[in-house]
């Protein structure tokens, strides 16, 4: 058990940002909404996933819909706390524990949020290790955990309670019935038991993405080399060096896709990579060799400063180096490969996991 | 009888004016010293241009200012407007309260009287719920003789400004016209939080764009000329002074756009880089169809972050009176400190004991400077290395503002350019043009006037074609309402960005229109 104030979460919003691959929208709404209410209610206690009980309820707290539309019309913040309530009502339980549905951008803050309101406990455990766009892409959804009974909350008092026959399913209402609520609600999904987090979640993520947040603000006091470092933390493997030339945005069906090429400077001189992103970065290969593929982690980083960049952040003339981190195991089975490998995505890759591709060990 | 304008850019060093006939050809031009209370440097600025150019006061008729008046007040948070902040938008919005996020002593200036009130839209234009107009009308009797300048923010005003609209017509019923009121949807696009800090700035420098454009408008009076004001702002093109009186933050990156219209002009191009030079600092900046490229992200003002267009530069500590220090073991380090504008008695070659990036050029020959004889004494070997870093610095500056590696033009300006060769890496040729020491001054008198305007548009429902159609021909509305010809009106910018996880096809839409200014406006005046 350990406490949680303003300066951890400035640092957990960097290493959410590096993990969120790309996506899962700017985490600074998040981090803002997470430090109002660290401000007003106080530091937030988080639980390793051994202090929680097996049979305790617990429940992510985390947004749906279009980012964009939560950088303009920002949560009230009872959304989080309505939803909850419903929840709770509904399973006549109450509910433990929060903890995040995933490591990335704005839902990677959002649990502290809700959390130093209520006074509940994070738990340090997600389902993705990393940030995806879909509702089923969660390690829990590959063990067989319903996302229902779920609850979406908007800010005018509406909630809907969603009982549904499978996940793909609670995905499409769920996305039909946000779009009239206004584009963006606070939901309840995967609600669980402590024995289901335990076996299904990924375990110490916040302590990862402090450890991330922390190494990179350090790095200059310290003199040390910020990306080195994160590769250190992270056990990962640096797949790029090169300059932003082109990128390529569309949006289809909902999401934004495109590419980005890089230049390569250094060592990978007289290279071109070409990396592919869905809001997340998904596939990284130059003319010759596929570096780095989903589900395994694809970050972009600050030549510089060693601090993430979104697929929105990527522009012209920027100095990047492009990392890959191995993904969960639990991503690297055949259900896992197939809920967020490269062909659900629509590349026609096969999916080898990052360090074989580079041809090294994994560290960690 | 010739007609004749006036340039003038406000720096934080140096105040720079020109006198420009009607062909845009540099009648007369000077560079003094910013005075503490700016207003003294322009007087001395303009009367300086004006006597040495011997062109009656009558055919004068433009001025254009370029100023960092609002800037320094946002900085210094120095001769601040009294305001409210209000924004409409609860329930939703609560969780992050306006001002949270900007650095505190701004947040006490600034936050003294906040309210959120029921109100504002959803992304496709519906309310979110309706508009609390009791509690505008309460909010204004409170707020009546404790604040001059208050402003609006809705949620999703950039959609629909419905509310923020009643809203003004509301403190305008109760408060009448001595307050100034500042809409959100008329200075930012979506991103609520770095909206509503823009139009907060906004409504706390409107007395300080005031008295700077009294103090302008007077000075010229004084001088005995009639002409029409106009004020540089950030993207490069002309506003009224009735316009920066009510939007003065649009002002605020107006000098180091200024110096890349200048270059443009000058260096006869459309497309290039700008180097510019000054005594502490070189501004790379990208120009593209005369106008500089903008930066994509978020952009702070005195610490509060703002989603502003503004230019993207890269600026690096170098500059002409940049310090020079060479150890014993023939190590050195150039910067990132300056002399400043104390250059003419600091470096060496003016009789100064510090060695500054100048005396390193006028000790190696590339310029010709002061007294040499000062510097000839150092190793020169040594200072060809340091010359060679200096080069290669700005040779980085550049290449990490290209978008591919083709060679590209570059023009050197401001007063420090002196120092650079005309040979760059990365770069097609290297032009140094005439006049480029008042590059912004020009620039800020040869600008064009324009009209933009961000939305979103569902284009599942409208189409891609005739939501940018309707785009457009709002822009050029604006630009024609700002005093642009209609005749010369051109499409400089479009922008459409899909707004991911939204069905419907929901985009924003960003459409600059451009033109000279209208020939009526001169015929009226002239």
């Known amino acids: 058990m350990r406490e949680i104030g303003k300066q951890e979460i400035e640092d957990i919003a960097v290493g959410a940002a590096l993990l969120g691959t790309g996506g899962g929208g700017d985490p600074y709404i998040g981090k803002l909404m997470a430090l109002q209410a660290i401000e007003e209610h106080g530091p937030v206690t988080v639980l390793d996933l051994d202090e929680v009980p097996d049979d305790a309820l617990v429940v992510p707290s985390s947004m749906m819909g279009a980012p964009t539309v939560m950088l303009e019309k920002i949560p009230s913040g009872e959304e989080a706390i309505e939803a909850f309530q419903k929840l709770e009502e509904y399973l006549g339980k109450k509910i433990y524990a929060t903890f995040p549905i995933e490591a990335g951008g704005v839902n990677s803050m959002l649990p502290f949020a809700l959390a130093a309101r209520l006074g509940l406990p994070v738990i340090d455990a997600d389902g993705m290790g990393r940030a995806f ?114 990128i390529n945005r569309k949006t289809e069906t909902g999401f934004a896709r495109g590419v980005a090429t890089f230049e390569g400077v250094g060592e990978y001189k007289n290279e071109t990579l070409q990396l592919r992103f869905q809001n997340e970065h998904l596939l990284a290969q130059t003319e010759k060799r596929l570096l780095c593929v989903t589900p395994d982690l694809i970050a972009v980083l600050d030549a510089e400063t060693g601090l993430p960049i979104t697929t929105e952040g990527i522009r012209y003339g920027s100095r990047c180096v492009v990392i890959g981190i191995p993904c969960h195991p639990k991503w690297r089975t055949e259900k896992g490969i197939e809920t967020v490998g490269p062909k659900y995505f629509g590349y026609d890759v096969d999916y080898i996991p990052v360090e074989e591709l580079v041809h090294k060990e994994v560290t960690k | 009888m010739g007609t004749y304008r006036i340039g003038i850019d406000v720096g934080g060093t140096h105040t720079d004016a020109v006198l420009l006939d009607e062909n845009n050809k540099v009648i007369s031009e000077t560079k003094s010293s910013t005075t503490e209370d700016v207003a003294t440097g322009i007087y001395k600025a303009m009367n300086e241009i004006i006597t040495s150019a011997k062109v009656s006061r009558e055919d004068i008729h433009y001025a254009m200012l370029g100023t960092t008046h609002c800037t320094n007040a946002i900085v210094e948070r120095k001769g601040l407007n009294k305001i409210a902040v209000v924004r409409i938008g609860a329930p939703a919005t609560l969780a992050v309260k306006p001002l949270i996020g900007v650095p505190e002593e701004l947040r006490e200036t600034l936050g003294k009287y906040v309210y959120l009130v029921r109100g504002g839209h959803e992304f496709d234009g519906r309310e979110i719920v309706s508009l609390d107009e009791e509690h505008l009308y309460k909010i204004a009797e409170e707020v009546k003789g404790k604040v001059d300048s208050i402003a609006v923010t809705s949620v999703f005003s950039p959609v629909s400004r419905d509310h923020e609209e009643r809203a003004r017509d509301i403190f305008k019923e109760v408060l009448g016209e001595a307050v100034a009121i500042s809409l959100s949807s008329e200075i930012g696009s979506v991103g609520l939080l770095e909206r509503e800090n823009a139009t907060i700035l906004n409504a706390s420098v409107v007395n300080v764009a005031k008295t700077a454009a009294d103090g ?240 979103i548009y569902l284009l599942d429902e409208i189409g891609r074609e005739k939501a940018l159609e309707s785009a457009k021909s709002e822009a050029k509305a604006e630009a024609i309402n700002a005093g642009a010809d209609p005749n010369s009106l051109v499409i400089v910018d479009i922008e459409d960005v899909p707004l991911a996880y939204l069905p419907g096809n929901a985009t924003r839409v960003r459409v600059k229109a451009a033109g000279e200014l209208d020939r009526k406006v001169e015929n009226a005046v002239g």
């Open chain 1, 133 to 246: 766009p879909e509702l089923q892409m969660v390690t829990f959804y590959l063990d067989g955990i319903s996302a229902t009974p779920a609850v979406i909350a908007d800010e005018k008092g509406n909630t809907a309670v969603l009982s549904t026959i499978d996940n793909v399913w609670t995905e499409r209402i769920a996305r039909a019935a946000t779009i009239q609520m206004g584009g963006s609600v606070m939901n309840a999904m995967y609600s669980m038991t402590g024995k289901n987090l335990k076996e299904s979640g990924i375990r110490n993520i916040l302590k990862l993405e402090e450890e991330i947040g922390r190494t990179i603000r350090l790095a200059k006091a310290n003199n040390v080399n910020a990306i080195q470092e994160v590769l250190k933390t992270v056990g990962g493997f640096e797949l790029f060096r090169g300059k932003v030339t082109d």
């Open chain 2, 216 to 455: 302008f408008i007077n000075a010229l009076k004084d001088e005995g000329i009639e002409a029409n004001v106009f004020f540089g702002q950030n993207d490069g093109t002309l506003m009224s002074v009735e316009y920066a009186v009510r939007y003065p933050i649009f002002t605020v990156a107006c000098g180091p756009t200024n110096s890349l219209r200048g270059a443009s002009y000058l260096g006869d191009l459309s497309d290039a880089i700008v180097v510019d030079v000054g005594g502490t600092t070189s501004d790379v900046g990208v120009l593209i169809n005369s106008f500089p490229r903008e930066s994509s992200l978020e952009v702070e003002i005195g610490g509060a972050r703002t989603n502003f267009r503004m230019p993207d530069l890269i600026s690096i500590g170098l500059g002409g009176g940049t310090i020079v220090r060479i150890q014993e073991n023939g190590d050195f380090t150039i910067g990132p400190d300056s002399v400043g504008y104390r250059l003419p008695e600091k470096a060496m070659i003016f009789g100064g004991d510090t060695l500054t990036t100048t005396d390193v050029a006028v000790a190696l020959g590339k310029i010709e400077l002061g007294d040499s004889s000062k510097v000839a004494h150092l190793d020169k070997e040594l200072l060809n290395s340091v010359y060679l870093k200096i080069v290669e610095l700005v040779e980085e500056a550049i290449d990490k503002m290209k978008t591919s590696a083709d060679p590209i033009p570059v023009i050197l300006v401001g007063g420090g350019s002196i120092l650079l060769p005309t040979e760059l890496k990365g770069a097609s040729k290297v032009i140094r043009p005439e006049h480029s020491g008042v590059a912004n001054a020009i620039g800020s008198a040869i600008s064009q006037v324009s009209g933009q305007i961000e939305k």
